[in-house]
């Protein structure tokens, strides 16, 4: 059982907000645990400081995530289109009708923009007004303590609030950003990479050739992700990838939701790399988007 209450409690228990350094230990813990339903073809739908609940008292105690009552299973190319969540959590594309994982992102950006500085990005007295602030209204970044917080922290809440939610992080991804990049920790395996190689296979020579520039000019930060993902896919003696490493990656990782979400389908649509290989140097090109890249400052 959870004994240690709400998050929601221990914010307010703590005077609203949480130090930097705090608040990064509890954006790990739920961005863990989203990164593996995500990777299930699981999208909560509902995440809020109220739906993580602490295993003790503890001040270091882990967290879990509950409330499972709104969540739903997703193949990796479906979207969703019925309303559900909390007014101040939930994501533009979701009051759009057309969404998918990435509404779990914004989510987490909220939360972490609540931990950084005890107040909501986006508000208003009724449920419409909450609605076109999330449409409408970019978050505050100027008042008190959003001076006082690391640059590296703001980005990280920017990116997963950017209303394109082509351009938002991943869990995974949001887990190698330099706000709370750590040698220590286990990146998860991402979803994100078998869409994006699926579709790089599938593209024109022209198209798999402008990839394969860009990711030239990668950073390194960039990169700490992608050599994660690559490893994750455990490459051969030679360095290279095939659908076969592909697909042990995934089946190393199933649960019983991944059958019921499909998520294995994309293997079938991955099918010309059951005749070559890949390198880490191409790899990097398939798994860019270029649509993340275009919300990177300066990326041009």
Request: hydrophobic share 40%; with cysteine; net charge negative.
């Amino acid at each position: 059982l959870c004994e240690g209450g709400e998050l929601l409690d221990r914010i307010l228990s703590r005077g609203g907000k949480y130090p930097e350094e705090d608040a990064k230990v509890i954006v790990k813990q739920i961005l863990n645990v989203v990164a593996f339903c995500h990777l299930q073809g699981v999208v909560h739908r509902d995440l809020k400081p109220e739906n993580f609940l602490f295993t003790s008292r503890n001040e270091d105690a882990d967290m879990k995530l509950i409330d499972f009552g709104l969540s739903d299973f997703i193949r990796p190319d479906e979207r969703l289109n019925d309303i559900v969540g909390s007014a101040y959590y939930v994501a533009p594309e979701v009051l759009h009708r057309s969404y998918s994982s990435e509404a779990d992102m914004w989510s987490i950006g909220v939360i972490t923009y609540i931990l950084l500085c005890g107040s909501r990005p986006f508000w208003a007295r009724t449920e419409s007004g909450i609605f076109r602030a999330v449409l409408r209204a970019d978050p505050n970044f100027d008042d008190l303590p959003w001076p006082t917080v690391s640059p590296e922290a703001k980005d990280f809440v920017k990116r997963m609030l950017n209303k394109d939610y082509r351009k938002r992080m991943t869990a995974a991804q949001a887990l190698t950003h330099p706000w709370l990049q750590d040698e220590n920790l286990d990146v998860p395996l991402d979803i994100l990479i078998y869409k994006l190689v699926k579709s790089y296979i599938h593209a024109s020579p022209f198209k798999r050739a402008a990839l394969k520039s860009l990711s030239k000019a990668l950073t390194e930060d960039e990169l700490v992700y992608l050599r994660a993902q690559f490893m994750l896919l455990e490459p051969n003696k030679d360095g290279h990838v095939s659908l076969e490493n592909f697909r042990m990656a995934l089946v190393s990782n199933a649960t019983d939701a991944m059958k019921e979400s499909k998520v294995l389908d994309i293997l079938n649509a991955m099918a010309p790399l059951s005749y070559r290989k890949m390198d880490f140097f191409e790899f990097c090109a398939a798994a860019i988007s270029t649509h993340q890249l275009e919300a990177r400052e300066g990326w041009e």
